[in-house]
């Protein structure tokens, strides 16, 4: 039986004829009041409207001056019952009103929260209901106003908040593994006692080609390779230019690394991208010969892959370096082997046991002269990798596309 069929009936019709029923029956009552108060309270509102509004529903359900549930049990179980019944019912019913005061709508409102909403600066609000600077604050349970001096409103609740449980966590990301494969070669280097050193991205024809000795006929000046912001300006080719830039501002002896993006017109495919990464080495000194070249390359890649990898030099050409290298490491999957030990061939290294990862050379006597350093007093060694390519190799990653597609699955594995 719902309480509204309960009060529309009178004690006798609901076969209550002795005092302990008649205790029981308004526990019943308490109870529901006090339940359905409690349920509005911890639910709140959305708005101050709404906050009125159901309020308002609840208190006319009970204190409804005609219909309300007070005056049915007043006019239903009061007025008619027995008269060894009356003052039993007459007191049950009194404690029952003064308890109903917590219904009424100045009680509701003070402890209804609305939950945490923000005013943001609405300059009406301020002179209209917070016309202090200071702050309101009702009972433990009810909504503290708080007004600063950028008229921001901020009505947070109090009521049902747990101030004990844990905040929201924001999701960590990680470290990009370029950024964290340059940083790792950064340090080798730092370590060595290399500085670090940045150049323009938008580069002069002249820094990115002339001065490096690569003449107007060499194909890599072909608009097909690079790309050319106006007949003199190009977005560089590689990290070299800044070799040129760093000794004509610091002169010799010069000890740098020169890490950054570069671009070349290739078409995006699983070993191609028109922008990637490099670090340019450079080491200019008096009587810096093709050892330190070769040694300090050696330390660098045992220190990178692995103590147990060897290093392997062969000649090639490129237009800024003389005598000019490319250095191959011993497969750190294989171990040089080619194959693992049941035979299966090596992917890291095609099965051949060797890794190619970067180039090197003295440095041509011309290039040092376009530095502004005299070759016949100093000499130097330099060297180029692709960062890409050496977290590639690392990882054993085989798209270079993954690097800048964003995708949180791939990055996140770092
Ligand atoms: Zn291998």
Redesign the pocket.
Known sequence: MTIEEEVSKTLAELGVTEAPAVEALFAEVRAAMDSERQELVSRGAASSTEREKTAKALRDRWLGRKNGLLAHIDEKWLKPSSRELKPIVGRKFNELRQTSAQLEMEALIRDVPVRAKVNSSDPGSKDASFASTGQALSTATGTVAVTTKDSVAVEVTTAAADLTLPGYRRRLGSIHPITRVQREIEDIFLGLGYSIETGPEVETAYYNFDALNIPATHPARDDMDSLYVDAETVLRTHTSPVQIRALRKHGAPLYILAPGRVYRRDNPDASHSPMFHQIEGLAVDADITFADLKGTLDFFCRKFFGEKVRTSFHPTYFPFTEPSGEVSIS?????????DAVGRS??????????EVMGCGMIHPDVLGHGGVDPERYSGWAFGLGIDRFAMVKYDIHDIQLFFQSDMRFLEQF
Do not use: N, P
């Open positions: 497969c750190f999957v294989c171990d040089g082997a080619g194959s090596c992917r890291t290294c095609k099965a051949s046991g060797w890794i």
